[in-house]
């Protein structure tokens, strides 16, 4: 629920405040229009609290505009957490079934086959060469986007984790982790997702769960836990278990400047901005070159909380625009820690730059090395 006396409170701030956080919203660069823009939204919130304007099929595409990236809480002074207020609402919308057509699909192929992708769940898998290796064992969460749509980052995490002595372990009952049902309001069916994985995870007998995926990172560490749903053991990022063991990675050197984007889910959601960048240092033997918004300040590659799916061209556009603050800096490598950034990126990227995951990185540099590896 939407506390009304703390939404009309904040609102009569955002009436007052020179709006500068339209400046950094992806939407507002993507529209260029004042509804798509954080104080648009607020506004339109307010409006409907007191009761002069009620959220029509237009204030419902503004809402569902919003990539939940979380920038505009870095610039707000009175810290008016746009996104949560978003996801909060759209849980309504979905209530009423006032969500827009698009994610009615979402939602039906993520109830039927597990995943966004009206995929097989039994071609889930279908990646897996896993060596039958000894070390400590190690559970591999994958998430959808990888398994289905970046099976080089799913392969290259497996081989990476191998790299540093784990015997991998995937199961074939992964579930979609939930995450776009959250964000996107149906978290019911997010839940039933949520509940399968956290009694298939529970049984299997390993020391951590690993996962390349921010969203699938972010939801198992925090909407499971605020959910009453305990994993009991401990789930790692990729970026956080290949930072523990930088002496047993490859050293090379690459030709021309590597840059970093910062996934919304890792970075500002989950505070986890080093160990990609000391995995990539330790790697390469220099420090990453950062583009114009990096860190807490970095812009959405245009992949999150749906937009892709309802609002391609735009999302297309906020990905273009990254790619320039990387060319920006002339990097000849940007690298990510997110398959949705990476699938993003590259779809707008040309052959002058490469745009990597992490574990591809470092299985390319791994391929390469100049130095042998006890
Ligand atoms: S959301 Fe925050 S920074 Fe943006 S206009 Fe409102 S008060 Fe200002
Ligand atoms: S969460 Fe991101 S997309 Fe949504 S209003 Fe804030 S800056 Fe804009």
Redesign the pocket.
């Known amino acids: 629920m939407i506390d009304p006396d703390k939404i009309a409170e904040q609102v009569r701030m955002c009436a007052a405040c020179p709006k500068m956080?339209r400046h950094?919203?992806?939407?507002?660069f993507a529209w260029r229009s004042d509804a798509?823009?954080?104080h648009g939204?607020a506004l339109l919130l307010h409006q409907e609290i007191i009761g002069t304007h009620e959220l029509d099929n237009r204030g419902i595409e503004v809402l569902y505009?919003?990539?939940?990236?979380?920038?505009?809480?870095t610039w707000c002074k009175p810290e008016i957490d746009?996104?949560t207020l978003?996801e909060i609402k759209r849980r309504d919308l979905v209530q009423q079934n006032r969500q827009p057509e698009g994610l009615k699909t979402l939602t039906e192929s993520i109830r039927k086959h597990h995943n966004p992708f009206e995929e097989l769940h039994a071609k889930r898998n279908n990646w897996v060469k896993i060596e039958k290796g000894k070390g400590i064992p190690i559970l591999y969460f994958a998430g959808c986007l990888a398994s289905y749509r970046e099976k080089e980052i799913v392969q290259d995490t497996i081989t990476a984790l191998e790299m540093l002595g784990h015997q991998v372990i995937v199961t074939d009952d992964e579930w979609c982790c939930g995450s776009p049902m959250f964000r996107t309001g149906d978290v019911e069916t997010g839940l039933e997702q949520a509940r399968h994985n956290v009694d298939v995870l529970n049984v299997i007998d390993v020391e951590e769960i690993v996962t390349s995926c921010p969203g699938c990172y972010r939801i198992l560490t925090q909407d499971y836990p605020e959910n009453d749903l305990q994993l009991n053991k401990p789930v790692k990022h990729i970026s956080e278990v290949l930072t523990v063991s930088l002496d047993k990675l490859p050293t090379v050197s690459f030709d021309g400047k590597i840059t970093f984007h910062d996934a919304c889910h890792l970075g500002r959601h989950c505070g986890i901005f080093d160990p990609p960048r000391e995995v990539i240092a330790h790697v390469s033997g220099s420090d990453v070159v950062e583009m114009e918004r990096n860190r807490e300040n970095s812009t959405?590659c245009g992949n999150g909380a749906g937009l892709r799916t309802l609002f391609p061209e735009q999302a297309k556009k906020i990905g273009a625009e990254r790619i320039r603050h990387a060319k920006n800096v002339d990097a000849q490598y940007l690298i990510t820690s997110c398959p949705f950034c990476k699938n993003m990126l590259e779809s707008q990227s040309d052959s002058s730059i490469t745009v990597l995951d992490l574990p591809q990185f470092v299985v390319r540099a791994w391929k390469r090395r100049d130095v042998k590896i006890d």
């Not at 950094?24 to 507002?28: G, M």
């Not at 505009?65 to 809480?73: I, N, V």
């Open positions: 956080c950094v919203c992806p939407t507002f798509p823009t954080p939204r505009q919003c990539l939940e990236c979380s920038h505009c809480l746009i996104a978003v959405c």
